[in-house]
Nanobody, 115 residues
Framework: QVQLVESGGGLVQAGGSLRLSCAATGSIYIIRDMGWYRQAPGEQRELVASITDYGSTNYADSVKGRFTISRDSAKIWVYLQMNSLKPEDTAVYYC?????????WGQGTQVTVSS
């Protein structure tokens, strides 16, 4: 089992920045990929960014050039640096981790961008 706890969400004006953090506990030695998803009201959950065990990254087209995902060397923490935020980035952001058993989710953290 893997437990994930996010932090760093909040309210920011358009053009501002936020950094989300996610800490993994439990069976962290078998974690492979980690990532961030988001879900806006009335919308489906969508992938924002992901990072593999080897450090390869993938981003949604809507956040390329503005968001950066990173992972610490111990592969316990995953971060999402969000710059040039837009009102359409408003959503609940979820941390996720995968291993050979399945995919795990955090409880989510709210990000609200005011215009």
């Amino acid at each position: 089992q893997v437990q994930l706890v996010e932090s760093g969400g909040g309210l920011v004006q358009a053009g501002g920045s936020l950094r989300l953090s996610c800490a993994a506990t439990g069976s962290i030695y078998i974690i492979r990929d980690m990532g961030w998803y988001r879900q806006a009201p009335g919308e489906q959950r969508e992938l924002v960014a992901s990072i593999t065990d080897y450090g390869s990254t993938n981003y949604a087209d809507s956040v390329k050039g503005r968001f950066t995902i990173s992972r610490d060397s111990a592969k316990i923490w995953v971060y999402l640096q969000m710059n040039s935020l837009k009102p359409e980035d408003t959503a609940v952001y979820y941390c996720t981790a995968t291993n050979a058993v399945g995919q795990y989710w955090g409880q989510g953290t709210q990000v609200t961008v005011s215009s």
